[in-house]
């Protein structure tokens, strides 16, 4: 589902990846382990086709992430590390939002999963007010509801954790851990996790 090779990412003299190569199936698990500065982001930012490889290729669901990057991209639900919203929508209006950036999935089911997505993640009440009134942890979780929303392939996620309670935390482990099991034939996450579970691989960087 995922393949990188040879990913060699520069800054200057700065060699933040230096000749990174790896095979992560369908229906995986996967996690970076590293220290501080060690090339986790810069990977992931490859990866998802924000940062242009120095050099090397990077496959996902067989699309060159470089040169088919529509196709790529549809296929894959990102969560950065500093995630963005837009304060002055409502949870409810940036989902509408998200919603239709993905050209074909503006049907019926669509509304549901909405509404299944923010009682889900306990947003239901609050999914007219700004985004500007939220709590660093509401606006995380709005963000993973958005990742859901077009049923992604392949789910990449930088720092998932960080800002979440442990009842949120808890929930998005459980879903991912659903969506990978229950579609394990054309699913696949790649999530970028702080710590070792059973169910992930992990990658190690060295320095
Ligand atoms: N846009 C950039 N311009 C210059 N240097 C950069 C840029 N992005 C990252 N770097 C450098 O590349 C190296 C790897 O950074 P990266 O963000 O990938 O690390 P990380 O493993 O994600 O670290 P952390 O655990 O702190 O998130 C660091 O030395 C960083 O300073
Ligand atoms: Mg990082």
Same mark, same amino acid.
């Given at each position: 589902?995922?393949?990188?090779?040879?990913?060699?990412?520069?800054?200057?003299?700065?060699?933040?990846?230096?000749?990174?190569?790896?095979?992560?199936?369908? =229906?995986?698990?996967?996690?970076?382990? =590293?220290?501080?500065?060690?090339?986790?982001?810069?990977?992931?930012?490859?990866?998802?086709?924000?940062?242009?490889?120095?050099?090397?290729?990077?496959?996902?669901?067989?699309?060159?992430?470089?040169?088919?990057?529509?196709?790529?991209?549809?296929?894959?639900?990102?969560?950065?590390?500093?995630?963005?919203?837009?304060?002055?929508?409502?949870?409810?209006?940036?989902?509408?939002?998200?919603? =239709?950036?993905?050209?074909?999935?503006?049907?019926?089911?669509?509304?549901?999963?909405?509404?299944?997505?923010?009682?889900?993640?306990?947003?239901?009440?609050?999914?007219?007010?700004?985004?500007?009134?939220?709590?660093?942890?509401?606006?995380?979780?709005?963000?993973?509801?958005?990742?859901?929303?077009?049923?992604?392939?392949?789910?990449?996620?930088?720092?998932?954790?960080?800002?979440?309670?442990?009842?949120?935390?808890?929930?998005?482990?459980?879903?991912?851990?659903?969506?990978?099991?229950?579609?394990?034939?054309?699913?696949?996450?790649?999530?970028?996790?702080?710590?070792?579970?059973?169910?992930?691989?992990?990658?190690?960087?060295?320095?």
């Amino acid at each position: 589902m995922i393949k990188i090779e040879h990913l060699t990412k520069t800054f200057n003299d700065l060699v933040a990846v230096d000749d990174l190569s790896l095979e992560i199936p369908q =229906g995986e698990f996967f996690t970076f382990l =590293g220290p501080n500065a060690a090339g986790k982001t810069t990977t992931i930012k490859s990866l998802v086709g924000l940062l242009r490889p120095t050099s090397g290729r990077i496959f996902v669901g067989g699309y060159d992430v470089q040169k088919d990057y529509i196709q790529a991209k549809a296929l894959i639900s990102y969560i950065p590390d500093f995630p963005f919203l837009y304060d002055k929508l409502t949870a409810r209006e940036f989902l509408d939002f998200v919603d =239709g950036l993905y050209p074909g999935r503006n049907n019926s089911g669509q509304e549901a999963l909405k509404f299944e997505l923010l009682r889900a993640f306990g947003l239901k009440a609050h999914q007219d007010k700004l985004i500007e009134n939220y709590s660093h942890g509401m606006r995380q979780k709005l963000v993973f509801a958005a990742a859901f929303l077009h049923e992604p392939r392949v789910m990449i996620i930088d720092e998932p954790m960080v800002g979440l309670d442990p009842h949120s935390v808890h929930l998005v482990k459980d879903m991912l851990k659903k969506k990978g099991q229950g579609r394990s034939d054309d699913f696949s996450f790649y999530a970028h996790l702080e710590y070792r579970r059973r169910i992930i691989r992990p990658y190690r960087y060295y320095r």
